[in-house]
Every structure is written in C-alpha cells, then in structure tokens.
C-alpha cells in the first residue's frame, strides 16, 4: 500500500504538471490543474488513504510548540557546559560548515538566477549570504537547524512563476517570456511553512509515501533542462536519432562521453563519501571540484569546453547560430552560391555590374554575331534559297 501511494502520488503529480499542454478542457482549466498538481495530488491520495484503511506510516507531527530536549530552554548557553579545549577544537568542524553553507547557497543562487530565466532584477549574492550569516546564528543560540536556499523547492518556485505566451493555435508552443518577479509568494511560503506548526492536528493524517512521492517529482522535474542529464541520454542514443543540440554541432561525440564519465564518477565518489563515516569531510570535497574543473583545461580544448561548460545558455548559442545562418541565407544568390561552393570567397577579386540602359543601349556579343551570320548567309550566291 505505501508503494501504491509512493508512485501513484509521483505518477498522478507529473501527469496533472503536463496536463496544461493536453488537448481537453479549456485553457484556463487546464492552467489550473497544472498550477495546483502538488496540492490536489496531496488531497486525492490523503483520501484513498483514508477511505482503504491500511495502516501506513504517517508524518510524526510534535502535539506541543516546545524545544525538543526538555532539558534546556529556547536558549542554549554557548558557554559553562563545555571543557575549554572543545572551544578551540571547534573551529575545523566550523570551518567545513562554513564552507558546505557558503557553496549550498551560492550554488542555488546561481541556478536560480541564470540567464534563460530572463531575470530583470539584480541577484544580490552578498545580500542573501549576509542575511544568511544572521540566521545562522540565531538559530545556533536558539538550537535550531540551519537552513540555507533549497535548490530544488527554489527551482519548484521559479518554474511556477513562469510566465508563457497564450497561444490558441492547435500544435503551436507556448514560447517563454520570463519570470514574474514579485515578493509576494516567497513571504506568503514562508508564512505558511510558520503556520503549519499550529496545524499539527491535520498534517498528522498525511501518510509519509504521499510526501516522498511529491519529493520524488520535484527532484525529476528540476533535472529538466540540464545538460548532464541531455547528456546521458546521448549514451543510448543513436546518431540519426540525437536531437539538435548545439553541442553536438561543434564537439565530437567521443569528447562529450568523456566529459559525461568525468561528472558522473565525480558524482559517484561524492554519494559513496557522503554515504560513509567520512561524510564530515563532504564540504571539503565539493571544493575539491574547483580543482577537478581546472584540470579539465589540460583534457579539454577551450573550444569543446565553451561548449560543453559555459555560462551563456545553450539555447541562447543555438539561438544565436540559427539566426546567423538565416542572415547568410537571406543575402543574395551570388553570396549564397559562394558560401555553399567548394571555392572560397575572396574579396579582392573584383565584380563587373552592367546596368540595364547600358544593355538596352548596346545589344550583346551573341546577338552581333548571330546578325553577322545572317548578313554573310544572304549575300552568299551559293546558298539553298
């Protein structure tokens, strides 16, 4: 039964998610399933729970707003409960926290605020991490836990705000305009995610695979677009059948299925290491991928990595090159015929232009001999005629 709610629940959330791009219910319906998936998905499998029966885990909810140790208060005393040395060995393990929160961050940041998002407003790195850096330790006197920027709800929130072209026509693609950037849906998540302690009597009735079938789809759903995974596919994929990437157009094969095995046993030994008792040394090894990515310029040629690893997006390149290629094919025939020909164009030689009142005014060379043919031909006494 909880495998019935797990994968219903995940399958039931992506279907409703796409469901604005079926071809049933008007527009503005279609819209509004797709907008509340995660929440309708929620209520239909709570329900199915409740109405068979079976006993399945639920989501351990406290009944009382209070610290989770008794023993102490909401304030924890940095000082007196310690020996004096622990003081002074804490700051290696600070300095791995340091480092993991700063990357965490920054890293969802950058995802975030990427270019095809169309952000018009600034990013403000050194705000967030300012702001972050206080919480950090008020949540330290407090004995809460440490939160920074969560890159998959963050990605969940930048895709619901996208704003798409309303289209009618029946197989046209709704094109992409940008993001609607406001501040009112961040402070009114913030204000439910406060107020959901007081709803412990409800959310002590969803049942746990109900919430890692929703966690699962927002973890699919943002791997949508990355390149790592574009490339993986490649893998299976024939040529013939490859889509137009435009990676593919400048980068042999070989070269991206080796940049593809580089990053995923990069991601292997990272999961295997997190996995183990060495898991403290995790931060320490993320920032080893800055030396990792160095090493690459000695594998890879700055051109396959422009392609392969680059800030602009990739769909801002293809754009771009497709738009080149319309310009060259717009010029004239003589241009044309020489960008396709097997000669190269050179600019010196030089161009003959004949204007038409000149034709007009002198008849062509063909059109003189054929007249002087004609004159011998008649004068000629041994002619048929």
């Given at each position: 039964m909880?495998?019935?709610l797990?994968?219903?629940?995940?399958?039931?959330?992506?279907?409703?998610k796409?469901?604005?791009?079926?071809?049933?219910f008007?527009?503005?319906v279609?819209k509004?399933?797709?907008?509340?998936a995660?929440?309708?998905t929620?209520?239909l499998?709570?329900?199915?729970?409740?109405?068979?029966?079976?006993?399945?885990p639920?989501l351990?909810?406290?009944s009382e707003f209070?610290p989770?140790?008794p023993?102490?208060g909401?304030?924890?005393?940095p000082f007196g409960g310690?020996?004096?040395?622990v003081?002074?060995?804490?700051?290696?393990?600070?300095l791995?926290?340091t480092i993991?929160?700063f990357?965490?961050q920054?890293i969802?940041a950058?995802?975030?605020n990427r270019?095809?998002?169309?952000?018009?407003?600034?990013?403000?790195y050194?705000l967030?991490l300012f702001?972050?850096a206080?919480l950090?330790?008020?949540?330290?006197?407090?004995?809460?836990?440490?939160y920074?920027?969560?890159?998959?709800?963050?990605?969940a929130?930048i895709?619901?705000?996208?704003?798409?072209?309303e289209?009618s026509?029946?197989?046209?693609?709704?094109?992409?305009?940008?993001?609607r950037?406001?501040?009112v849906?961040g402070?009114?998540v913030f204000?439910?995610?406060?107020?959901s302690?007081f709803?412990?009597?409800?959310?002590?009735f969803?049942p746990?695979p109900?919430?890692y079938g929703v966690?699962?789809?927002?973890?699919?759903?943002?791997?949508?677009?990355?390149q790592?995974?574009?490339r993986?596919k490649?893998l299976?994929?024939?040529?013939?059948?490859?889509?137009?990437?435009?990676?593919?157009?400048?980068?042999?094969?070989?070269?991206?299925?080796l940049f593809?095995?580089i990053?995923g046993?990069?991601?292997?030994?990272l999961?295997i290491l997190?996995s183990?008792v060495?898991?403290?040394i995790?931060?320490?090894?993320i920032l080893?991928?800055?030396a990792?990515r160095?090493?690459?310029?000695?594998v890879?040629s700055?051109h396959?990595l422009s392609?392969?690893d680059d800030v602009?997006?990739?769909?801002?390149?293809?754009k771009?090159?497709?738009e080149?290629?319309k310009k060259?094919?717009?010029?004239?025939?003589?241009?044309?015929d020489?960008?396709?020909?097997?000669y190269?164009?050179?600019?010196?030689?030089?161009?003959?232009k004949?204007?038409?009142?000149?034709?007009?005014q002198?008849?062509?060379l063909?059109?003189?001999?054929?007249?002087?043919?004609?004159?011998?031909?008649f004068?000629?006494?041994?002619?048929p005629?």
């Open positions: 909880s495998f019935i797990f994968f219903g629940t995940y399958t039931c959330s992506m279907g409703m796409q469901f604005k791009t079926s071809r049933f008007p527009t503005r279609r509004l399933i797709s907008d509340f995660i929440i309708l929620i209520l499998f709570c329900g199915v729970d409740a109405f068979i029966g079976v006993n399945t639920k351990i909810v406290p209070k989770t140790n023993a102490r909401w304030f924890v005393p310690n020996p004096w040395w003081y002074l060995a804490s700051a290696l393990p600070a791995l926290v993991l929160i990357m965490d920054q969802t950058v995802i975030v270019k095809e998002h169309k952000l018009k407003k600034g990013a403000g050194h967030d702001w972050v206080i950090m330790a008020i949540c330290s006197f407090m004995g809460l836990p440490w920074v920027a969560a890159t998959v709800i963050s990605i929130h895709d619901s705000l996208k704003m798409e072209t289209t026509a029946p197989g046209e693609q709704p094109k992409f305009l940008g993001v950037e406001q501040r849906t402070i009114v204000l439910l995610t406060g107020l302690v709803m412990a009597p409800i959310l002590k969803i746990m109900v919430l966690f699962l789809y927002m973890g699919v759903a943002s791997l949508n677009g990355v790592f995974m574009d993986l490649l299976l994929m024939p040529a013939k059948h490859q889509p137009d990437l435009i990676y593919l157009r400048h980068v042999p094969q070989r070269r991206i299925h593809t095995f990053q046993l990069c991601l292997a030994l999961w997190k183990t060495a898991a403290i995790f931060p320490v090894m080893a991928l800055v990792v160095k090493a690459m310029d000695y890879f700055q396959d392609y392969l602009i997006p990739e769909k801002d390149k293809k771009k090159e497709d080149k290629k060259n094919k717009k010029k004239g025939s003589i241009d044309s020489i960008e396709f020909s097997d190269p164009y050179n600019e010196n030689i030089p161009s003959i004949i204007s038409m009142d000149m034709m007009e002198e008849p062509m063909g059109d003189k001999d054929l007249d002087r043919d004609k004159s011998q031909n004068l000629n006494t041994h002619t005629c």
